[in-house]
């Protein structure tokens, strides 16, 4: 598989908009309070989060795929990275024709 490093200056700046079908999408019960959910299928959630750390003191962003309450998986994200993530998604969405 052959992989490809994704830095701030390879992504083209702006995204040119798409109309697209709008993803099923959760947000928690505080708008704007660092929680979201998008629905996977099969009662699958991805969950959005913002966190923090008493070990550390810091912040940090969780992502994480949730069934029933209970999280299988999970990732934890330096804040300063999230934006350049979304990019590259994007950016690998588009390049793949997904």
């Not at 040119?16 to 959910?37: A, K």
């Not at 992502?63 to 999230?82: C, D, I, T, W």
């Amino acid at each position: 598989m052959a992989t490809r490093k994704v830095t701030e200056e390879s992504i083209e700046e702006p995204v040119e908009e798409r109309i697209e079908e709008p993803v099923e999408e959760r947000t928690g019960e505080n708008n704007g309070d660092g929680y979201t959910e998008i629905k996977m299928g099969g009662g699958w959630y991805m969950t959005i989060s913002l966190a923090h750390s008493d070990r550390f003191e810091k912040e940090y962003v969780e992502l994480a795929k949730e069934r029933g309450g209970v999280k299988k998986s999970r990732f934890n994200l330096n804040p300063s990275h999230v934006r350049m993530l979304a990019e590259a998604l994007v950016k690998f969405a588009d390049d793949n024709k997904l």
